[in-house]
C-alpha cells in the first residue's frame, strides 16, 4: 500500500498518479456537496449563473457536518462520510461541468461515473465509514457555508489538515476496487448457491 | 416513591447520547478478533482505524458514527414499576434535549414534505418498542439509535408456507450480497423468521440488537446463524466493500409461530456499529446506567 500525502488543489497530472489501492492524506479546501447541491450547481451552470466555489480542479465530499456557532465563526463539532450511491445520477455531470479531482465518500461509485473521473481525470477516495473523529480532527476550519436551505445537505468549505486514511477506491485508469470485488462477489454468490441447493 | 417524567426524560436523553458516544464491548472485541484473523491488509488496516476511531470518540465523548440516525427505545415496563407521568412525552423530550446538547445532526422529516422538525423527535418518531416484565420492579430503557445505510439495505419477503429452507437461505445470502459496499461493512445482521408481516421486522430488529457473544439458546437456530455467517462472510465484500474475509460480524436470527401457508422472513442489515445503551428506572428513584 503506497502512502501518499497530498496538497489541494489537485491538477490532472496530479490525479493520473494516484492508484487503486493506494492510501491518501489531504490537506487543503473540500467541499461538502450532496445529491441536492449537485442538482443545484448544475442548474446554476446550464443557467450561465456563477456557483459559490472553484469552477475546476475541484475536492468534493459526500458526507454530513454538524456545524456549531454563526456564520462569522463555524465550528465542526464532527462530521463524516455518507453512502455516495446516493449521488451517482447526478455525478458523471457534475465532475465533467466542473472538473472534479477528487471526490470523498463511502462504498463506492458506478460505472458512469467511473467513466466520467476517467475522461475528465478524477478519483474516488474512500473514507472509512462510520469514522467520524477520524475526519473531525483533521479539519483546521470550517471557512463557510452556502445554499443554507437545503437543511442538512447544505454546501461547507472545510479546510483539513492530513485527512485520512483514504484509499483510492477508484482512480483515474478506470480500476475500481469496487467493481472487482462486485465480479468477486458474484462468483461466490453462485458456489453459495450451489452449496445450499438453490 | 415513583418513577417521575422527570427522571424518565434525563435517563432517554443520557441513554440517547452515551448511545451514540460508546463502542459497546462485545462489537469491538469481535472487531479485534475479526482484525487478527483478516488476511488483507487493507482489511485490517481499515478494522484498526474503525477501534481508534471508537477510542477517540470514548475519549472526547462525541459521536463515533455522523449519522446519529433516527432515535428509537426499547421499553420494558415492569409489573411492579410505579410510573408518574408520560413515558412517551418523558422520551420524546429527552431525545430533543439530547439532540440539542450532544448535539446530534436532527434527521427527522416528513416523509412527503421532508420539513424537518429540528429537535430528531416527530409524529412517530423516536420509535418505541414496548415490553411488559410481569414480575420486574424497575422500568428498563434501552437506548438503539438507527442509521440509514444499513436499512436502506435491510429487506423483507413473503414466502408462502411450502418454500424450502434453501429459499430462504438464498434470500439471506442474496440480501447482503446486493448491500456489498453500502451499509458500511462488517455488517451485523439480525433475520426475523415467521410471525406476520407486522411482527417479523420487530424480530430482526430485536434479533440485530441481540449482543454478539450471545449465540441463540435453540441449537437448530444457533446451527442456522452460524450457517449463514459462514456464507456471507464467504462473500468476500470485506471491511467498505473494499475485499477481505471480514464482511459480517454476527448473523442473530429470532423466530415466533407462523402461519401454515406463509413465511416472513425480514433482513437487518446493521453497519459494524449497533448503537445500545440501557439503563433500570427504580422506584425510589435511582437509575443503574447497564
Same mark, same amino acid.
Given at each position: 500500500?503506497?502512502?501518499?500525502?497530498?496538497?489541494? /488543489?489537485?491538477?490532472?497530472?496530479?490525479?493520473?498518479?494516484? *492508484?487503486?489501492?493506494?492510501?491518501?492524506?489531504?490537506?487543503?479546501?473540500?467541499?461538502?456537496?450532496?445529491?441536492?447541491? *449537485?442538482?443545484?450547481?448544475?442548474?446554476?451552470?446550464?443557467?450561465?449563473?456563477?456557483?459559490?466555489?472553484?469552477?475546476?480542479?475541484?475536492?468534493?465530499? &459526500?458526507?454530513?457536518?454538524?456545524?456549531?456557532?454563526?456564520?462569522?465563526?463555524? &465550528?465542526?463539532?464532527?462530521?463524516?462520510?455518507?453512502?455516495?450511491?446516493?449521488?451517482?445520477?447526478?455525478?458523471?455531470? +457534475?465532475?465533467?461541468? +466542473?472538473?472534479?479531482?477528487?471526490?470523498?465518500?463511502?462504498?463506492?461509485?458506478?460505472?458512469?461515473?467511473?467513466?466520467?473521473?476517467?475522461?475528465?481525470?478524477?478519483?474516488?477516495?474512500?473514507?472509512?465509514?462510520?469514522?467520524?473523529?477520524?475526519?473531525?480532527?483533521?479539519?483546521?476550519?470550517?471557512?463557510?457555508?452556502?445554499?443554507?436551505?437545503?437543511? @442538512?445537505?447544505?454546501?461547507?468549505?472545510?479546510?483539513?489538515?492530513?485527512?485520512?486514511?483514504?484509499?483510492?477506491?477508484?482512480?483515474?485508469?478506470?480500476?475500481?476496487?469496487?467493481?472487482?470485488?462486485?465480479?468477486?462477489?458474484?462468483?461466490?454468490?453462485?458456489?453459495?448457491?450451489?452449496?445450499?441447493?438453490? | 416513591?415513583?418513577?417521575?417524567?422527570?427522571?424518565?426524560?434525563?435517563?432517554?436523553?443520557?441513554?440517547?447520547?452515551?448511545?451514540?458516544?460508546?463502542? %459497546?464491548?462485545?462489537?469491538?472485541?469481535?472487531?479485534?478478533?475479526?482484525?487478527?484473523?483478516?488476511?488483507?491488509?487493507?482489511?485490517?488496516?481499515?478494522?484498526?482505524?474503525?477501534?481508534?476511531?471508537?477510542?477517540?470518540?470514548?475519549?472526547?465523548?462525541?459521536?463515533?458514527?455522523?449519522? #446519529?440516525?433516527?432515535?428509537?427505545?426499547?421499553?420494558?415496563?415492569?409489573?411492579?414499576?410505579? $410510573?408518574?407521568?408520560?413515558?412517551?412525552?418523558?422520551?420524546?423530550?429527552?431525545?430533543?434535549?439530547?439532540?440539542?446538547?450532544?448535539?446530534?445532526?436532527?434527521?427527522?422529516? *416528513?416523509?412527503?414534505?421532508?420539513?424537518?422538525?429540528?429537535?430528531?423527535?416527530?409524529?412517530?418518531?423516536? $420509535?418505541? *418498542?414496548?415490553?411488559?416484565?410481569?414480575?420486574?420492579?424497575?422500568?428498563?430503557?434501552?437506548?438503539?439509535?438507527?442509521?440509514?445505510?444499513?436499512?436502506?439495505?435491510?429487506?423483507?419477503?413473503?414466502?408462502?408456507?411450502?418454500?424450502?429452507?434453501?429459499?430462504?437461505?438464498? +434470500?439471506?445470502?442474496?440480501?447482503?450480497?446486493?448491500?456489498?459496499?453500502? /451499509?458500511?461493512?462488517?455488517?451485523?445482521?439480525?433475520?426475523?423468521?415467521?410471525? !406476520?408481516?407486522?411482527?417479523?421486522?420487530?424480530?430482526?430488529?430485536?434479533?440485530?440488537?441481540?449482543?454478539?457473544?450471545?449465540?441463540? %439458546?435453540?441449537? !437448530?437456530?444457533?446451527?442456522?446463524?452460524?450457517?449463514?455467517?459462514?456464507?456471507?462472510?464467504?462473500?468476500?465484500?470485506?471491511?467498505?466493500?473494499?475485499?477481505?474475509?471480514?464482511?459480517?460480524? @454476527?448473523?442473530?436470527?429470532?423466530?415466533?409461530? #407462523?402461519?401454515?401457508?406463509?413465511? /416472513?422472513?425480514?433482513?437487518?442489515?446493521?453497519?459494524?456499529?449497533?448503537?445500545?445503551?440501557?439503563?433500570?428506572? +427504580?422506584?425510589?428513584?435511582?437509575?443503574?446506567?447497564?
Amino acid at each position: 500500500m503506497t502512502e501518499r500525502h497530498l496538497t489541494l /488543489p489537485l491538477d490532472e497530472a496530479a490525479v493520473r498518479q494516484l *492508484h487503486a489501492g493506494d492510501i491518501v492524506y489531504l490537506t487543503g479546501e473540500v467541499l461538502q456537496l450532496l445529491g441536492p447541491a *449537485h442538482q443545484r450547481a448544475l442548474s446554476y451552470k446550464a443557467q450561465g449563473k456563477a456557483v459559490p466555489f472553484a469552477e475546476e480542479n475541484i475536492a468534493i465530499y &459526500h458526507c454530513y457536518t454538524c456545524l456549531t456557532g454563526d456564520d462569522s465563526q463555524l &465550528h465542526c463539532r464532527f462530521m463524516g462520510a455518507s453512502t455516495s450511491a446516493g449521488v451517482n445520477p447526478y455525478e458523471p455531470e +457534475f465532475i465533467r461541468a +466542473f472538473k472534479v479531482r477528487a471526490i470523498i465518500g463511502k462504498g463506492g461509485m458506478d460505472q458512469e461515473t467511473l467513466r466520467a473521473m476517467q475522461e475528465v481525470g478524477c478519483v474516488y477516495l474512500a473514507q472509512i465509514g462510520g469514522c467520524s473523529q477520524l475526519c473531525t480532527k483533521s479539519v483546521q476550519k470550517v471557512e463557510g457555508r452556502f445554499w443554507d436551505d437545503l437543511a @442538512a445537505n447544505v454546501g461547507v468549505r472545510i479546510r483539513f489538515q492530513e485527512l485520512g486514511p483514504l484509499i483510492v477506491g477508484m482512480d483515474a485508469g478506470g480500476t475500481s476496487l469496487y467493481e472487482g470485488v462486485r465480479q468477486q462477489i458474484l462468483k461466490q454468490q453462485a458456489a453459495i448457491h450451489k452449496e445450499i441447493g438453490v | 416513591m415513583s418513577i417521575s417524567e422527570k427522571v424518565i426524560a434525563e435517563a432517554a436523553k443520557q441513554l440517547y447520547c452515551a448511545s451514540l458516544v460508546e463502542l %459497546p464491548g462485545d462489537i469491538r472485541r469481535r472487531l479485534c478478533e475479526m482484525e487478527a484473523a483478516e488476511t488483507s491488509e487493507l482489511a485490517r488496516l481499515q478494522l484498526r482505524k474503525i477501534m481508534e476511531n471508537a477510542d477517540i470518540a470514548q475519549r472526547e465523548q462525541n459521536v463515533i458514527c455522523q449519522d #446519529t440516525g433516527i432515535a428509537s427505545y426499547h421499553i420494558v415496563i415492569g409489573g411492579h414499576a410505579k $410510573i408518574d407521568g408520560d413515558i412517551v412525552r418523558a422520551v420524546h423530550n429527552g431525545t430533543a434535549a439530547g439532540t440539542r446538547e450532544l448535539p446530534a445532526i436532527p434527521h427527522s422529516v *416528513h416523509p412527503i414534505t421532508k420539513a424537518n422538525s429540528g429537535n430528531g423527535t416527530g409524529p412517530g418518531t423516536p $420509535i418505541i *418498542h414496548w415490553d411488559v416484565l410481569p414480575d420486574a420492579e424497575y422500568l428498563e430503557i434501552t437506548a438503539q439509535p438507527v442509521g440509514g445505510g444499513g436499512d436502506l439495505c435491510s429487506a423483507v419477503k413473503m414466502f408462502t408456507g411450502s418454500a424450502p429452507m434453501q429459499e430462504v437461505k438464498k +434470500f439471506i445470502v442474496d440480501t447482503v450480497a446486493e448491500a456489498g459496499s453500502k /451499509p458500511c461493512p462488517p455488517m451485523i445482521i439480525g433475520v426475523g423468521l415467521g410471525g !406476520m408481516f407486522e411482527s417479523v421486522n420487530q424480530l430482526a430488529k430485536r434479533a440485530v440488537m441481540r449482543p454478539l457473544d450471545q449465540r441463540h %439458546p435453540d441449537p !437448530m437456530i444457533q446451527e442456522l446463524e452460524e450457517e449463514l455467517l459462514g456464507y456471507v462472510n464467504a462473500l468476500g465484500i470485506g471491511p467498505m466493500g473494499l475485499g477481505g474475509n471480514t464482511t459480517c460480524l @454476527a448473523v442473530n436470527i429470532e423466530y415466533s409461530n #407462523t402461519g401454515t401457508y406463509i413465511l /416472513p422472513v425480514a433482513v437487518k442489515i446493521g453497519c459494524w456499529l449497533i448503537h445500545r445503551k440501557t439503563a433500570r428506572l +427504580f422506584n425510589d428513584g435511582t437509575v443503574q446506567y447497564l
